[in-house]
T-cell receptor, first 113, second 114 residues
Framework: SAVISQKPSRDICQRGTSLTIQCQVD?????MFWYRQQPGQSLTLIAT?????????ESGFVIDKFPISRPNLTFSTLTVSNMSPEDSSIYLC??????????FGPGTRLTVL | AQTVTQSQPEMSVQEAETVTLSCTYD???????LFWYKQPPSRQMILVIR??????QNATENRFSVNFQKAAKSFSLKISDSQLGDTAMYFC???????????FGAGTRLTVKP
C-alpha cells in the first residue's frame, strides 16, 4: 500500500484568501484524487488529478474554485480559492496504483473565518 | 449513477462482542469493487477490507469479514471480538472497474463499550 502525506495538516484562514494543500505519495501511482469531507458528513469526490493534463472535476466543483496540479506521478496540489466559511471542511487526498484500491492521506482540516 | 446506502447512523457494541454493519448499493455494472474504510477520530481513512464483485467467496481480514450478496446488492461488515480501538466511523464504498469513481455511503459511527 502507498503511504500518503499531506501538508498542512490543519489551517485557519481568512475569508477571501486561498490555501494550497500538498499531497505526496511515497511511490509512483496511477491515479490521485481529492475529496472533501464536510463536518459530520461522508466523503465527496472533488476531482481526479491527471498527470500532465487538466484535472477531471465532478459535478458541482469547478477549476476556478479548486485548481489542481499534478506535475508528476507522486505529487499533487489542491488550491481552495477565494475561501468562504462554507469551505470549512476536511480535504483528503487519495492515490491508487495498479490495483483498484485507494489509499488516503491523513487529511487537511480547513477552517475559514 | 451508483449509490451507496448505510442505514445505521450509529451503533454500539460491548467489547469482545460481534457487530454487523449494513451496506446496500445500487449499480447496473457487472464488475465492480466494494470496500469498507474505517475513520477513527484521527480522521485517517484506513482500508479495512475489499471485495471484488466477480468473486463469490466473502473476503476476510482477521476479525473483519463481509457478507457479500450480489443479487441483493448487499455488503455487510462483521466485526468479531470487538476491541476499543475499533471505535470509529465506518464507510462503505463502491468503485467501478476502472477506479475512476469511488462513491461512499453516509457512514456508521461505531462505539465499542468497555
Amino acid at each position: 500500500s502507498a503511504v500518503i502525506s499531506q501538508k498542512p495538516s490543519r489551517d485557519i484562514c481568512q475569508r477571501g484568501t486561498s490555501l494550497t494543500i500538498q499531497c505526496q505519495v511515497d511511490s509512483q501511482v496511477t491515479m490521485m484524487f481529492w475529496y472533501r469531507q464536510q463536518p459530520g458528513q461522508s466523503l465527496t469526490l472533488i476531482a481526479t488529478a491527471n498527470q500532465g493534463s487538466e484535472a477531471t472535476y465532478e459535478s458541482g466543483f469547478v477549476i476556478d474554485k479548486f485548481p489542481i496540479s499534478r506535475p508528476n506521478l507522486t505529487f499533487s496540489t489542491l488550491t481552495v480559492s477565494n475561501m468562504s466559511p462554507e469551505d470549512s471542511s476536511i480535504y483528503l487526498c487519495s492515490a491508487a496504483g495498479n490495483t483498484d484500491t485507494q489509499y488516503f492521506g491523513p487529511g487537511t482540516r480547513l477552517t475559514v473565518l | 449513477a451508483q449509490t451507496v446506502t448505510q442505514s445505521q447512523p450509529e451503533m454500539s457494541v460491548q467489547e469482545a462482542e460481534t457487530v454487523t454493519l449494513s451496506c446496500t448499493y445500487d449499480t447496473s455494472e457487472s464488475n465492480y469493487y466494494l470496500f469498507w474504510y474505517k475513520q477513527p477520530p484521527s480522521r485517517q481513512m484506513i482500508l479495512v477490507i475489499r471485495q471484488e464483485a466477480y468473486k463469490q467467496q466473502n473476503a476476510t481480514e482477521n476479525r473483519f469479514s463481509v457478507n457479500f450478496q450480489k443479487a441483493a446488492k448487499s455488503f455487510s461488515l462483521k466485526i468479531s471480538d470487538s476491541q476499543l480501538g475499533d471505535t470509529a466511523m465506518y464507510f462503505c464504498a463502491f468503485a467501478r472497474d476502472n477506479n475512476n469513481d469511488m462513491r461512499f455511503g453516509a457512514g456508521t459511527r461505531l462505539t465499542v463499550k468497555p
